[in-house]
Each structure stands twice: as C-alpha cells, then as structure tokens.
C-alpha cells in the first residue's frame, strides 16, 4: 500500500544547473500537484496536472519551471538554471479523480542550492 | 486581506489538555475545508475533511466550520505528546477561475503536547 513517493528526497545544486524532482502518485490516483514550502512560509500551490495534461498552472513562476505528468512514468517538475531562492521543500500530491480536495502528499523533496 | 490566516504560534500545553486551533478566511464563497497535520520534516497528512458548516468528528479530532464568521476551528480532545506537529488548515481555491485542485493553506501552528 504505496503512498506518494517522491525522489529524491534530498537534492543540492549550484546555481545554474538544472534540478529535476519526481513523484509517482499513489495507485489509482490520476491527478498530481505540486507545491512548495519555503521556510517560514506555508505551503504554496503550483501546478495541477493530469496525464498528458496541465490543468492549473497558476502558482508556477513564469520562467525556469516546468512540469509534466506523461502517460507512463512519473511526474516531473523540472526546475532549470536554479538560484538561491529556489531553496525550499518540494511537495506533491495525488488525488483520485473527481475527488481534488483529498490530496494525499508525499515526503518531500528538499532542494538546496548552493 | 489574507485569504487564509493562521495564528503560527507555538502552542504549547501539557498532555491532557483541550487544543483548539483556528483559521480565519475571506472568500464566502469557499465551501470544503481541510485540516493536515505535518511532522517535522516529513510531508503533510489529511486530518480532516469538511464541507460548509456544522461539525465532524473523528476520534479525539473535531472539525468545526462557522461560515457566517468565516471561522474553521480544529479541537483535539485529551491530547497527547504524538500530536505535537504543525497543524495547517486548506481551503480549495474555487472562486477566482482557478481549479478546485488549487489548495490555499495556512501558514500552519505549530504544537507541543508535553508530557
């Protein structure tokens, strides 16, 4: 009885390199979001997806993050040449269809960069 | 003002204690309301799940939702030190165009239950 997995839990970049966060929802769940947690914020929504398609994206900054969900294969949320400020907790969460509000979050993935 | 508000505290009681936890929002329209408990360091877990007002009870935790006050409360019964965590209330954006996937949070309170 999988939950959320996200990898990697831990993850450090120098400025400017790319970081990629992963999560695989929990079984029979086809929705996926992300938010992120800065310290001593609370918890940001960014994107909304489903397979093969981005539902809300509201919460993403305009450049240098991007995040996919394809058919097969976890969802990715790619994050490119990275800066300080983008430190912070990586959260998803899945959901099962028509069922949004029941989100189920994974452990996190915690970005430093250097 | 801020959609959601949240006292971040710390809250700190002895075990046994009554706990209640507030969060006070601006959008009337706003009808599901959530509670999630986070561990340090670990990610956040459903608590509680309700729908406009009235009360939901489960276990030691009861939610209670005042919409005429805007006011979404969380009150644990008989408290104990397993229950020291951040507690954060969410609401599902729905009046702005946005999807109702688009979870708003609180900042969270964080409480200690000392043995």
């Known amino acids: 009885n999988a939950g959320v997995m996200q990898n990697p839990r831990h993850l450090v970049r120098r400025r400017g390199q790319e970081a990629r966060l992963r999560c695989s929802p929990m079984k029979g769940h086809s929705h996926v979001y992300w938010y992120r947690q800065l310290p001593e914020e609370g918890l940001k929504f960014m994107v909304y997806l489903q397979k093969e398609n981005i539902i809300d994206e509201s919460g993403m900054p305009k450049e240098r993050f991007s995040a996919e969900f394809p058919k097969e294969g976890p969802s990715i949320l790619r994050i490119q040449q990275v800066v300080r400020g983008d430190s912070a907790a990586y959260f998803c969460?899945?959901?099962?269809?028509?069922?949004?509000?029941?989100?189920?979050f994974g452990p996190g993935t915690r970005l430093t960069v250097l | 003002q801020k959609e959601v508000e949240q006292d971040p505290g710390p809250l700190s009681v002895p075990e046994g204690a009554i706990v209640s936890l507030n969060c006070t929002y601006s959008n009337s329209a706003f009808q599901y309301f959530m509670w999630y408990r986070q561990y340090s360091r670990k990610g956040p877990e459903l608590l509680m799940y309700t729908y406009s007002s009235g009360n939901k009870e489960d276990g030691r935790f009861t939610a209670q939702v005042d919409k005429s006050s805007k006011y979404i409360s969380l009150f644990i019964r008989d408290s104990q030190p397993s229950d020291s965590a951040t507690y954060l209330c969410a609401i599902p954006r729905t009046s702005y165009g946005g999807s109702q996937g688009n979870l708003i949070f609180g900042k969270g309170t964080k409480l200690s239950v000392k043995p």
């Open positions: 969460a899945s959901s099962p269809a028509q069922s949004y509000n029941e989100q189920f």
